[in-house]
C-alpha cells in the first residue's frame, strides 16, 4: 500500500509551518512517509496516498499561497484524499468559536466543495511580536488579538494520529 503523504502549508511566520512539522512527526511514527514543504514548492500532486492542506490565518484570510494553491489544484486534489487545517485565532477557547465557525474564505466554497476534503479543523496559533513588521503590530494592536503562542500540541497530535488511522483502514 502507497504509505506516502504530502503534508503542504502556507506560513508567513513559522507556526503553520510548525503545525505542519508536528502532523509529519506523528505521522511518520505511524508508519507514514512525509514530504512536508511550502505550497508554493509543490511541483506534482501524485504518487501521495493523502494530502493534508495547512494556511495560517491572517485577519481571517487564507495566506494568499493556499488559496492559489487549492485553486489551481482543484482538479487533481478533487481525486485525492484530502485534510485540511488552518492556524491562526489566538487567546483562550474553542479556535472554532474564535473564527465563527468559518472553516475558510467565501470565495473558495465552490473549490472546497469540489475538493470534498475528508475534514477541515481550526488549530489555534502564535503571534510572537519579535516576527511581526509595523504594520502587523499595528494591525495586532487595533483588533486586540491576543499576544503568545496558544497552539495545542496534544490536540494537533490527536487529528494526526485520526489521519492515520483513517489511511490505515
Known sequence: MNKKVLI???????????????IEENLNHAGFECTTTPVNQVKDLSGFQAIILGT????GQWQKEAVQFVKR????????KVWIFTSGPTGEGDPMKLVNGRLYP???RDTIEG???????????SIALSKLNGFEKWIINKVKAAIGDFRNWQS??????GIANSLNS
Open 56 to 59: 495560517g490565518l491572517y485577519m
Open 115 to 125: 475538493i470534498k476534503p475528508k475534514e477541515i479543523t481550526v488549530f489555534h496559533g
Open 156 to 161: 494537533i497530535s490527536i487529528w494526526a494520529d
Open 8 to 22: 503542504a502549508y502556507a506560513s508567513k511566520h513559522g507556526s503553520t509551518a510548525e503545525i505542519a512539522k508536528k
Open 73 to 80: 489544484n482543484m482538479a487533481p486534489l478533487a481525486d485525492q
Open 106 to 108: 467565501e470565495g473558495l
